[in-house]
């Protein structure tokens, strides 16, 4: 039998000697294999300090957190640019340009008849009658300059209005009008060609009057665009919305399941087929510092934990097709491993997964309740629940609503799942105090083109 020793709070088993050793902190003597080495970040790793720690039971004793601060942070990619782009235009906001090619009124206002005449007018002048010239006139007007008589040429007209132009008349071509309207536009008369109309309206701009054109109109649409009356083309109306929409699948459904109690890999269900959605759980526990973080090839991660020597980490794929049987490596811990997987098949081959209200904490104390706010997802969508610790069962668990299914490699690890094809609602998520290394993981994924 053994007995307690009277020194610190070393144990001495007479039938079966152990080395001691001094807690390089708070110099209280252990058994030697009860001190762990320091880890710290350093960079982009971790580093042996070459301290060597007590870590009480219950308690974290002398082992310190890695601080995430001493790590070294790694931006991600820039985002991809946006595809047909409106930016504001800025030359086209300080001055218009009005080209005129025909005879017009009676130049009173301006020098007689010549080949070219250019006139800039100033802020707030007033165009009172009509201009007239032969050959070609260009007039230059400066924001929030007031036409009060309608424009018509016969030949071409290009027409460029900038910010806060009110369009009091209606302006008729018969060639050609090309419209360029920027934000704070606001046209209260109706739009007419005969041929051809190209509008291109920006952020803000409101349409109070039905656009009609005979042959084609080409309208693009920039986020936030209200449009009060409705276009319509004689021959062909086309719509371009600088955003992309996502475009969720129509149904989810549960294909299969895998779970591994041990080792570095996991044997996925046979039969996947391409656009399978593969959701991996994976906890690695060391006997001493954390072990290498592994995110198995060609998958995505949602959500990473570490403490001490355990790390939790689950990730997805949106599945080639051939998967079915093979082994999936993950990460491999000195001291245990273990892994659970979900495929889910969608209805139809998606090319995007979002995971979304991304819930983690890992401890040695009780993890906080969780709340996945899948309500605000667009269906069909599926959420998910990962519940882990260093060795104790895990019991209670709350998931509420009841998920669909539940899989388990061993009573200290447990993936959980629930599939909304309609009317989502938010999943209340927590576990109890067990031990050491409490793990808590929680999301949905919505998933489409």
Known sequence: MGSTSKYGRARIDPNAPEALGICDRCGGLYNLKNLHFQWDWCGTGMVNQQLRVCRGAGTRGCYDTPQPQLRAIILPPDPPPARGVRPEPYEVDEQNHYTLRALIGKPYMFVAASDMMVAKLTLDALLSAAIADTGEMTVILDKQTLIAAVLEAVSEMTVNFSGAVDLTALIDAVGEVVAELVRGADITAAVEAASDMAAALFKDVGITAAIDAAD???????????????????????????QVAFVPVTTLTFFGSATAASGATITAPASIIAGDIIIIADRALNNSGLPTLVVPTGFTSISALALTDTRQIVSYKIAAGTEGGTNITGMSGTNANKKAMYVLRPSSVPTKVIPLSVNGQITDSNPGAQTVTSSAGAVALAAFAVYGTDSNPITPRTFSPAPD??????TNFYLAYKIYNSSPANISVDMDDEGLGNALQSFYIQVGT
């Open 216 to 242: 084609a109109v080409t309208a693009v649409l920039a986020i936030g665009i209200g449009m009060s009356a409705a276009l319509d083309g004689a021959s062909d109306v086309a719509a371009t919305l600088t």
């Open 405 to 410: 299914g539940e899989i388990t490699p061993a």
